[in-house]
């Protein structure tokens, strides 16, 4: 979402006639663009406003903007007076009206081409955002408080951004909200929203970020089965293999639940990857609920999974961590451990399998399973074509075509 939202934000600029520099030296102006998920993530987006005190001392003139989650949850006036050379504040909840800010600092908009470009993945994959906030109410997330309440895009906008994108060189496109799977805008569904999409000229595959356990339906598993180009691969964050921190977390599903629909996911796409998330340490998790999650990884087949101490959000004091950082600290490293030791299983089995790649050089693709995938030679960039697997290397497949 907050690498969507840099891609807007760098669009709003060069349709300015500003291009991107790596060197703050060269700078007219930094967008700080801030994420408040975890503390950390906050602390460092403080210490990066920090940093540039002495950069704007040297350039009176250069525009200092601080953009997204830890600005709408800190707001203007807390950071403003803690430092006072910053010029904007656009907080998460008004991030579309960047461009206001933008007219604000430098004048008018001059009439210009769009010109969007991909600052974080290959440039044939582009994002689309198809839905904004979340309107569930997990315990332990920060995200429904800084981001509002979901607020859905309407179809003909989403298409218009994708067909954009298309035209401009994407053959992938990734659709993005926070209950992603929640989509719903008048009549149309969010599997009605892919067919729209997936009938959009040039797209070679779809994919999506990130779906709740609670949205996939029936509509949805029979387009999955019945359409190559949606990924054979989902990201469901699953967060706890134990149902009684599931619970305390307000999760909406147990552990069985769960499992169960990667079950029929699985089912309707014969090789379907699924990654995901868990948080460790959740207030009152005891050694039980912890082996939960540590069975849940090789049980849940995950390809990836990505492990995060839990952060506490509020100052509610049940809501503070309770088991101390050393054993927070020695949690993760089991579970990443875990997690480590069934990928590489996960990675293994797929020697022999015949797997769609999509090229971005030679020989080097992504599959639909989101393996990174490498050939000898002749993949075609921009097609996919399918590859058979030979061997598993540290994360990476290899194959020959077919
Ligand atoms: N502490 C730790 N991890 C968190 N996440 C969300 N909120 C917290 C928190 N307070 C994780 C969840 C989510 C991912 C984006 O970040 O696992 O899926
Ligand atoms: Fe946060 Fe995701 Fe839960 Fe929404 S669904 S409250 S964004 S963890």
Known sequence: MNEADSEDIAAAFRRRGYSLTDDLKKADAVVVNTCTVRQRAEDKAISQIGRLRVWKEKKPEGKIFVVGCAAQKLGEKNI????????EVVGAKSIERFEDSLIAQLGPTPESETAHQNLFRSPRTAYVTIMRGCSLGC????????????????????????ADKLAAGAQEIVLLGQTVNSYKHGRTTFSELLKKALALPGLERLRFMSPHPLYFDKAFLELLAAEPRLARYIHL??????????????????????????????????????????????????????????????????????????SPRTDKPE??????????????????????????????????????????????????????????????????????????AKNTLNGKLL
């Open 139 to 162: 315990s332990y997330c920060i995200v429904p408080a800084v981001r509002g309440p979901a607020v859905f895009l309407s179809p003909e906008a989403v298409l218009a951004d994708a």
């Open 237 to 310: 964050p699953v967060q706890s293999g134990s149902d009684r921190i599931l619970k305390l977390m307000r999760r909406g599903y147990t552990r069985g639940q769960y499992l169960e629909l990667i079950g029929r996911l699985r089912a309707s796409a014969p090789g379907l990857a699924v990654s995901t998330d868990f948080i460790v340490g959740y207030p009152g998790e005891t050694e039980k609920d912890f082996e939960d999650t540590l069975t849940l990884v090789r049980e849940g087949r995950f390809s990836l999974a990505y492990c995060f101490k839990y």
């Open 80 to 87: 403003k007076g803690r430092f006072g050379f910053v010029d």
């Open 319 to 392: 809501m503070a961590t309770d088991i101390g950082e050393a054993e927070m600290e020695a949690r993760l490293e089991k579970l990443l451990a875990a997690v480590k030791e069934n990928s590489r299983l996960v990675l293994d089995e797929r020697i022999g399998k015949i797997v769609e790649v999509l090229f971005e050089t030679e020989n080097y693709g992504r599959s639909s399973e989101n393996f990174a995938v490498r050939v000898k030679a002749g993949g075609t960039p921009g097609k996919t074509a399918s590859v058979q697997i030979t061997g598993a």
